[in-house]
């Protein structure tokens, strides 16, 4: 690795001094190093399962493989101790000595190597959505581009996927106003939820947030859900799904969960006189599909986008409620 390092600074010699040739030089050093990491996952990684369980138990190894996979790399972790500072100076020091680098390099190499793990664990995603069946075409579309990108082979044959989901939404759509995106709505915000706690545990969250350090208690999330929605008569299987009739409960229901469980870990309640449903509602209006007119584009946001809509909707509230 430094050899090639190495060998474009004496290719390029004082050209790559300059910051602008410089970095260039780095970002496709470090992409030429990422490339040849390949990340392994188990057996039954593309094999469907109606079990919610233990799909959620495939995406969470799989966010530990790729972490892992990339370990080396990850030169500018978020220490939680001083013993981890210590660690870090030494791990950065041992890294721009072997490579040939500038401490001010290393912000480079965090911002490429950080980009390429989020595009592996977003196909990640894309992939525990696909074991569930429940997977939009949006959604694998992206995961065909991610696979391109970043040159994955997966057993998943996504363009036979995505006519399969092609078809069926033509069928299941004709005629419709309103047009289903995915096979179960509340499922799919279930799915979100557990993921982005899973992420959270691995360590591919913003771990400045202390709280985000705290690891959260996924499985015990779901059997509270299944204890409250038992207790209104609503019984869940190994999937987790509900009939559309009972959509709003189990949504309402996973909703009071999470901010129980957000709560137990020290974050404070969020203070609203709006549900998560009327904000989906509000959303929906906000930002129409603008194929359908009708339908919201949540489902096909990307996640930071989401999230940038949702933070404007709540500081908007006392203006338009």
């Not at 044959?157 to 069928?171: I, K, P, S, V």
């Not at 499922?187 to 202390?210: A, E, H, P, Q, R």
């Amino acid at each position: 690795m430094k050899y090639r390092m190495n060998n474009l600074v004496k290719k390029w010699g004082r050209n790559l001094l300059s910051k602008s040739n410089r970095e260039a030089g780095i970002r496709f050093w470090i992409n030429q190093e990422l490339n040849n990491i390949k990340v392994v996952f188990p057996a039954d990684y593309f094999q469907k399962t109606a079990d919610f369980t233990k799909n959620m138990a495939l995406y969470e190894e799989a966010l530990k493989e790729i972490k892992a996979a990339y370990a080396y790399h990850l030169v500018d972790f978020v220490p939680t101790s001083r013993e981890d500072l210590v660690r870090r100076k030494i791990k950065q020091e041992s890294y721009c000595q072997r490579h040939n680098l500038n401490r001010e390099d290393l912000t480079i190499i965090e911002q490429v190597v950080k980009e390429r793990i989020e595009a592996q664990a977003r196909l990640a995603q894309i992939y525990a959505l696909l074991r569930d069946d429940n997977c939009t075409i949006s959604e694998l579309k992206e995961a065909i581009r991610l696979e391109e990108k970043l040159g994955v082979n997966g057993d998943f044959d996504l363009n036979q996927h995505l006519a399969a989901a092609q078809t069926h939404y033509d069928e299941v759509n004709k005629g419709q106003v309103i047009k289903i995106l995915c096979r179960n709505r509340a499922k799919s915000t279930l799915t979100y939820g557990v993921m982005f706690d899973i992420k959270s545990n691995v360590g591919l969250t913003d771990k400045k947030n202390k709280q985000l350090r705290d690891q959260i208690n996924w499985t015990k999330k779901l059997d509270l859900l299944k204890r409250e929605l038992a207790q209104k008569n609503i019984y869940l299987d190994r999937r987790l799904e509900v009939s559309p009739k009972h959509e709003k409960v189990f949504l309402q229901t996973w909703e009071k969960v999470s901010e129980e469980a957000n709560v137990r870990r020290g974050f404070k309640p969020i203070k609203s006189t709006l549900s998560m449903e009327q904000i989906r509602q509000d959303l929906a209006r906000r930002y129409p599909d603008a194929k359908f007119k009708s339908q919201s584009v949540l489902r096909i946001m990307g996640q930071k986008s989401f999230f940038k809509v949702l933070d404007n909707c709540f500081r908007e509230e006392p203006r338009d409620r």
